[in-house]
């Protein structure tokens, strides 16, 4: 049996699991990998129309990968992969612009190219967090500045006039004084690759939870394992100790309901072509241990 393979998703959970050995004390015969920073960066700096759902369509290398629950759902749906029914979580997410911009309110940006990636957490946040306050075409989606950190640099230069930032982009951005014009927090899900153990699954999410009362309980002492995914060029600006703990895993099921909502929402804004989403059906989507 090959390895269980982890790969951290911007989150502290898998770090503090890591080094506290969590992942250890279940017997996880695993083997811990950081691949964002190891790019400095470079891997978020992708072309325009290449995102989250691309990254799980072409196959990630971890056992368990992170997404946003939207694009799980359809990439499960599409067969790439399981989305993991037992957890999920939550991640503060919010558009941001420069402190002198003349942005105020959400209805401000009306037709501002708002730098989101594409078919990514960001993409549908935007959309759900902006119908609120104007119709679809007035909501102006830039997929062309990167992902996370791609779109990050960018904001920080002045190059985009808003972007929408989660995790420790999400605090850097506030550190560093920029708006934030409206939250978009969402869910994200796990994506369990085919050939993992569900044994081992099961060991790594026992790992994380013991992690997540750790973070909830003095998240002070867990902030600074930002910096192991953050480029380096920013290090020395950056202050984890004034941000917070970011995304939390919820130990409840991703039921069928919030499935089947949350596909025909998709469905519904024509995120994706007309018969690329697959059946959307829970049964064949959906593993479940419990």
């Not at 309980?217 to 100790?241: A, G, M, S, V």
Request: proline share 4%.
């Amino acid at each position: 049996m090959s390895k269980f393979l982890i790969e951290a998703h911007f989150r502290l959970h898998e770090w503090v699991a890591e080094e506290k050995g969590y992942f250890a004390d279940e017997g996880l015969d695993h083997e811990f990998k950081e691949f964002i920073r190891a790019t400095g960066g470079q891997h978020h700096k992708t072309a325009e129309k290449v995102g989250a759902y691309q990254s799980l369509e072409k196959g990630r290398e971890a056992s368990v990968n992170c997404a946003c629950h939207w694009t799980v759902n359809v990439a499960a749906s599409v067969g790439h992969a399981k989305l993991y029914g037992d957890a999920y979580s939550v991640s503060p997410s919010g558009i941001f612009v420069p402190a002198d911009s003349p942005i105020k309110t959400p209805k401000d940006l009306a037709g501002v190219p708002i730098s989101v990636g594409f078919q990514s957490g960001s993409h549908y946040s935007t959309i759900q967090v902006l119908e609120q306050y104007m119709s679809g075409d007035q909501i102006n989606l830039n997929f062309g500045d990167g992902m996370l950190f791609g779109r990050m640099e960018k904001l920080i230069e002045g190059e985009v006039q808003a972007a929408a930032l989660f995790s420790g982009p999400y605090y850097f951005a506030e550190q560093l004084g920029f708006r934030k014009i409206i939250d978009s927090t969402f869910m994200i899900a796990g994506s369990v690759n085919h050939d993992a153990d569900p044994e081992d699954v099961q060991k790594y999410y026992r790992a994380l939870r013991r992690a997540q009362r750790d973070i909830d309980l003095r998240p002070e002492l867990y902030t600074h394992y930002y910096r192991n995914e953050f480029p380096e060029k920013y290090h020395d600006q950056i202050d984890t100790r004034r941000w917070g703990p970011g995304e939390r895993i919820v130990f409840e099921p991703y039921s069928k309901e919030v499935f089947d909502d949350s596909f025909a929402w998709i469905s519904e804004r024509n995120i994706f072509p007309e018969g690329t989403m697959g059946h959307g059906v829970y049964e064949d989507a959906v593993v479940s241990y419990t």
